[in-house]
């Protein structure tokens, strides 16, 4: 074999396949071809250290698999070695062992083995050109990088899009504008740690005596997480109007959100009716934190009774729970994003800070409640 045409020709064919843009695995064929079929190597294998399948990128000829031990010898090796000269051959089904570098870095190995010696050679062309084999390894593995980190590219731009929806989506969920009356005054903060939360919170005026409040925190994060509890709002503002009972709406939502999620997801909720002329707050906890109410007598929390919405296809029994709102009373209600932010220091700020700062407070505003849990954490 000429190996200067041989050289000329392979760098030819390789480039023109990389510029037309050719699929990974037909890269890695024609790699094959060359080593194969041109230089009559019997046995290769070329290998993806950092994968964690272990699946070779290429491999051809008879027992070819390798033990732990030889990826580990391999992994020491920063230059071409030339198995056969170890006294001790920890790899004896191969002959060469070749780095495959790109930005300086090791990406890749390729072993070889089964030369087969040309007429009048003493020594294989093969073992003097594993330089240039290296060459024509480093061009198919760096394009096949490149192209893999291309795709990434392009799927981070369209996940980021989507991230940029799903914000947009979310932001409809939270209220601008919260009601207030001469009988009660309600203020929120919302500040998600991502683009995207999974919160929700309302107030919804059902007629002039009557009001629904309600907090809601899905399991899990994400596009999807934002996109069920999008869908939760529309249900619980498209039909809150049309129950009279708590406990059958929350009987309603519960047996929506098994719909919505397949049970893949739960929602943890917190709800209730307030009546402007009795005074009377009715409420359901269905396995949210317990919102913090607190009077000029006592400080309680109000414990979930239920399972969160969506855990279970059929609720177990149970009641809403109605108290009576004769003197100022605020309710704190909250999800894991205020208890679980830290500080400085990386402390959690935690609910046994929240309950004593609530505790200790002498005034009721809501507006005064947050502005202090913020300015202290």
């Not at 240039?132 to 990088?145: E, M, P």
């Not at 980190?149 to 799927?155: A, H, K, T, Y």
């Amino acid at each position: 074999m000429d190996f200067k045409k041989f050289k000329l020709s392979a760098l030819l064919e390789i480039s023109k396949a990389i510029n037309s843009n050719l699929a990974p695995q037909k890269l890695f064929l024609l790699l094959k071809f060359f080593l194969k079929n041109q230089l009559k190597i019997q046995k290769g294998l070329l290998i993806d250290l950092d994968n964690q399948s272990a699946e070779p990128l290429l491999s051809f000829g008879e027992n070819t698999s390798l033990s732990a031990d030889q990826l580990e010898f391999i992994k020491t090796k920063k230059d071409i070695f030339y198995l056969q000269s170890s006294s001790n051959n920890p790899i004896p089904q191969f002959e060469a062992l070749i780095p495959i570098l790109h930005n300086f870095k090791i990406v890749a190995h390729l072993l070889v083995g089964d030369f087969k010696l040309g007429e009048n050679f003493e020594v294989s062309p093969v073992v003097k050109n594993l330089r240039f084999i290296q060459t024509l390894a480093n061009l198919i593995v760096v394009a096949v990088q490149n192209k893999k980190l291309e795709q990434e590219r392009l799927e981070n731009i369209k996940l980021n899009r989507d991230l940029e929806l799903a914000s947009e989506i979310q932001k409809l969920l939270i209220p601008t504008n919260l009601p207030k009356t001469d009988k009660f005054s309600v203020t929120a903060i919302y500040k998600p740690q991502n683009k995207i939360g999974g919160d929700y919170y309302d107030v919804i005026k059902i007629s002039d005596e009557k009001y629904f409040f309600c907090l809601a925190d899905i399991s899990g994060k994400g596009i999807s997480a934002a996109l069920i509890m999008a869908n939760f709002q529309a249900i619980l503002r498209g039909n809150i109007p049309r129950f009279e009972s708590l406990k059958e709406f929350v009987i309603f939502l519960n047996q929506k959100t098994c719909e919505l999620t397949n049970q893949n997801y739960f929602i943890t909720f917190f709800g209730g009716f307030y009546n402007l002329k009795t005074n009377i707050f009715t409420y359901i906890n269905a396995a949210h934190f317990p919102p913090i109410l607190k009077t000029s007598t006592r400080v309680v929390e109000l414990y979930p009774t239920i399972p969160g919405l969506g855990m279970l296809d059929i609720l177990p029994k149970f009641d809403a729970i109605e108290f009576l709102i004769d003197e100022p009373t605020s309710i704190v209600a909250y999800t894991d994003g205020a208890t679980d932010v830290t500080n400085e220091k990386d402390e959690f700020f935690g609910e046994g800070r929240l309950m004593e700062m609530i505790k200790n407070a002498n005034y009721l505003k809501p507006e005064d409640t947050i502005n202090n849990i913020v300015l202290t954490w």
